[in-house]
């Protein structure tokens, strides 16, 4: 999936949890700016998680501010999970 593909999900998936539209989110928008608290936080990862089959550890979830460090996570874990599943294979 491509970094727009993925910021596309989350404004879609932030749109449904927080149940309002957003201006254009990009890679150096700064996720607390969009007035989304630490639960609808957690229920858009949790979606994004069972949507893309990866899990993103807690611990990791704190060090992520920007839209751009969150599809950076999500890419590594994707990228973790299908090496995991053809090293399986």
């Known amino acids: 999936m491509k970094r727009q593909d993925l910021i596309d999900l989350f404004s879609r998936t932030a749109a449904e949890v927080t149940e309002r539209e957003f201006a254009p989110i990009v890679e150096s ?34 060090t992520i501010s920007t839209i751009k460090e969150l599809i950076d996570e999500v890419e590594l874990r994707a990228g973790a999970g299908a090496a995991g599943a053809s090293a399986g294979s």
């Open 29 to 62: 928008t700064v996720i607390a700016e969009l007035g989304i608290d630490s639960l609808g936080m957690l229920e858009i990862i949790g979606s994004l998680e069972r949507d893309l089959k990866i899990h993103i550890p807690d611990e990791n979830l704190a």
